[in-house]
T-cell receptor, first 114, second 110 residues
């Protein structure tokens, strides 16, 4: 089934550890995004990528890094996790940059930092 | 970037029409309005998108007044399975920095 695959589904992590959340899409979409979702705050954009080789900062980029080496993959890395990064992380993609058209979301990765 | 304001929660009963309004007073000329639905433990799912006037698809209608400072998502004859959080998203056609608000939690009762 075409779509977005995120891994891991759930992870408990000790503070200070490095963690990479993986995201792969098979729709050949140009744009990809990472959001975090916290209770009462909705979804907040962390980083985005217009096309392979380019990335941009969203609303809450601090403590996170991304890379876009190819069209399909958009990993999110926490270099040194902190408890405030406990959240549900959603990866999304869209055919083209911008708000026209549909965002396709993965099922999310639940991260707990202790 | 346009800031959106939605009611935090709404209750309805099966078979009723539900209207959820989103305010976006500082919407820009190149901004589009999109609504998403999210069930627990799932990613959001696209419902409908519009720029102005009225848009209708098989699941919902979107009403946008001439000044575009608000929009209303209309769900006809809701069922229990429509219980979810609904997000209004306003963003430009040429920029990927699209931001969601806190959403409206709709509860449909039998």
């Amino acid at each position: 089934i075409a779509g977005i695959t995120q891994a891991p589904t759930s992870q408990i992590l000790a503070a200070g550890r490095r963690m990479t959340l993986r995201c792969t899409q098979d729709m050949r979409h140009n744009a990809m995004y990472w959001y975090r979702q916290d209770l009462g705050l909705g979804l907040r954009l962390i980083h985005y990528s217009n096309t392979a080789g380019t990335t941009g900062k969203g609303e809450v980029p601090d403590g996170y890094s991304v890379s876009r080496a190819n069209t399909d993959d958009f990993p999110l890395t926490l270099a040194s996790a902190v408890p405030s990064q406990t959240s549900v992380y959603f990866c999304a993609s869209s055919r083209d940059r911008g708000a026209v058209g549909e965002l396709f979301f993965g099922e999310g990765s639940r991260l707990t930092v202790l | 970037l346009a800031k959106t304001t939605q009611p935090i929660s709404m209750d309805s009963y099966e078979g009723q029409e539900v209207n959820i309004t989103c305010s976006h007073n500082n919407i820009a000329t190149n901004d589009y309005i999109t609504w998403y639905q999210q069930f627990p433990s799932q990613g959001p799912r696209f419902i409908i998108q519009g720029y102005k006037t009225k848009v209708t698809n098989e699941v919902a209608s979107l009403f946008i007044p001439a000044d575009r400072k608000s929009s209303t998502l209309s769900l006809p004859r809701v069922s229990l399975s429509d219980t979810a959080v609904y997000y209004c998203l306003v963003g430009p056609y040429n920029n990927n920095d699209m931001r969601f608000g806190a959403g409206t939690r709709l509860t449909v009762k039998p």
